[in-house]
């Protein structure tokens, strides 16, 4: 059986699919078990290091250095706090979103959901190195948004069967505290640490299991209504006092902001997903672990990056990926999909619009030799 995942994107304001890291794709849909969890391509239930190829379409070599940088990212699976860099608008919670820079002067801003005069009209520079480790989380690992999306994109952690959100006493959109509307009535969908409900735990010893890992809403430890989803105001002073980090995963990208690495929840669901089809992290058969290569040819690859003009200019997404879940027959189990190609592709896809609308650019990760000893220095180039 094949669910669908095409134009699971990264918009610049509006948000075109509804998706949620801490959650899995599809988990929201009505036909979806909640529990519904997603596997790298290639992987049907058999342990150990799985190697993914992954290859750049010929014509894309702009992103060569930002696609090895991204493999790199995944590949470590190092997280980290302060991983969110740009100036003071940067980084915003995803419905603080606003103002597309498409006629200057004057600016059009104030597009609803969002409220107007957030970030600077001109100009709008977006991190490829960011938009490509969103897109894999999505197509290399089936993670979706870490924020609920539903009539608008808003920052509260992904539910299911809410029509709505309180943002508890500490007035922060995902952390803690919230409630839905109805409750009960309402589905956890966002995996959580049962420790401490902590998105921004920097702990890769730890096995990720049904013990440590939940949506169980019994086993939210004590203080806590809700998961809390790795957003800027949940990571703030107020609440978890994390630094400037937030998950790159967040469904709105953020113009003028760099996302330098991956936050704790990302890897824990990454770590999750490897515990394999019985959820149970440790000696079993079915426990694996992945491996990003970069393909020289895009026919021994299992994952395609392309660097491409959408068609018609789609002045609200920045980046895709095109994947269909395929279930993973394994032991009679209906939760568990890998990512497969999309009818008419060839393999799972990554794409980056490469004619973005004036105004707007794209920042390319550019790495010196030092990389490859450790050191973790680059510098950016901008291009429209």
């Avoid at 027959?329 to 209906?334: K, Q, Y």
Wanted: proline share 7%; with cysteine; aromatic share 10%.
């Amino acid at each position: 059986m094949n669910v669908r995942v095409r134009a699971l994107g990264l918009a610049l304001a509006l948000v075109a699919s509804q998706a949620q890291a801490g959650a899995f794709l599809f988990s929201t849909e009505s036909t979806q078990d909640p529990f519904i969890i997603h596997h790298t391509p290639g992987y049907v239930g058999a342990g150990g290091l799985l190697t993914v190829g992954v290859c750049l379409e010929p014509g894309s070599a702009a992103l060569a250095s930002t696609l090895d940088w991204a493999l790199k990212t995944w590949n470590e699976r190092r997280p980290m706090k302060n991983n969110c860099e740009g100036p003071a608008e940067a980084c915003l919670m995803a419905d603080a979103a606003s103002c597309l820079p498409t006629n200057i002067p004057p600016c059009t801003c104030g597009q609803t959901p969002f409220p107007v005069d957030t970030y600077p009209c001109l100009p709008w520079v977006f991190n490829a190195g960011s938009i490509l480790v969103h897109e894999l989380g999505h197509c290399a690992f089936g993670l979706g948004h870490n924020n609920w999306v539903a009539n608008g994109t808003t920052s509260f952690t992904t539910t299911k069967l809410a029509t709505s959100m309180n943002d508890g006493a500490d007035d922060i959109k995902g952390s803690k505290d919230d409630t839905p509307v109805p409750n009960p009535g309402s589905s956890i969908l966002h995996w959580f640490r049962t420790s401490d409900n902590d998105p921004f735990v920097l702990d890769t010893a730890t096995a990720m299991n049904n013990d440590t890992f939940s949506r169980n809403r019994f086993l939210l430890p004590s203080g806590s209504s809700w998961p809390a989803s790795a957003n800027i105001k949940v990571a703030g002073p107020l609440a978890l006092n994390a630094g400037r980090t937030q998950a790159g995963m967040v469904s709105v990208a953020g113009p003028n902001t760099d996302y330098i690495g991956l936050v704790g929840d990302e890897v824990n669901s990454v770590r999750f997903g490897f515990s394999g089809v019985d959820t149970d992290a440790g000696d079993t058969a079915d426990d694996y672990t992945i491996q990003f290569v970069l393909e020289p040819s895009c026919a021994t690859a299992a994952i395609e990056v392309q660097f491409t003009d959408f068609q018609p200019p789609a002045s609200t997404v920045v980046g895709q990926c095109f994947a269909e879940l395929d279930l993973i027959p394994v032991g009679g189990n209906t939760t568990h999909y890998q990512l497969v190609p999309e009818a008419g592709y060839s393999r799972v896809t990554v794409k980056l619009d490469s004619s973005l609308p004036t105004d707007m650019f794209w920042r390319y990760v550019v790495m010196n030799d030092g990389f490859e000893i450790g050191d973790a220095s680059w510098w950016s180039s901008i291009s429209p």
